[in-house]
Nanobody, 120 residues
């Protein structure tokens, strides 16, 4: 089992920045590819970003490419999502995910989510 706890969400004005963190515990963190997903009200959960176990490979949804950056610190068992130039359409609950496969589908381990609200 991998336990994931997100933090760093909040209310920000359009054009602002936030950094989300996801702390992992349980199994060996460096064995898992890590991802961020989000779910807006009335919409399905969608892929945001993924990072490989070593951090060498990263992937982004087209909607956030150039604005968001995913990173990880294996010594701290933590993955981050730096979000810049935020837009109202980025408003959602953001979830951290751990997967043994490098993919955009998401693996079996999820955090509880952190709310991000961007005001116009």
């Amino acid at each position: 089992q991998v336990q994931l706890v997100e933090s760093g969400g909040g209310l920000v004005q359009a054009g602002g920045s936030l950094r989300l963190s996801c702390a992992a515990s349980g199994r060996t963190f460096s064995n898992y590819h890590m991802g961020w997903f989000r779910q807006a009200p009335g919409k399905e959960r969608e892929f945001v970003a993924v990072i490989s176990t070593s951090g060498m490979s990263r992937g982004y949804a087209d909607s956030v490419k150039g604005r968001f950056t995913i990173s990880r610190d294996n010594a701290k068992n933590t993955v981050y999502l730096q979000m810049n130039t935020l837009k109202p359409e980025d408003t959602a609950v953001y979830y951290c995910n751990a997967d043994t496969n490098y993919s955009r589908r998401g693996g079996p381990y999820w955090g509880q989510g952190t709310q991000v609200t961007v005001s116009s």
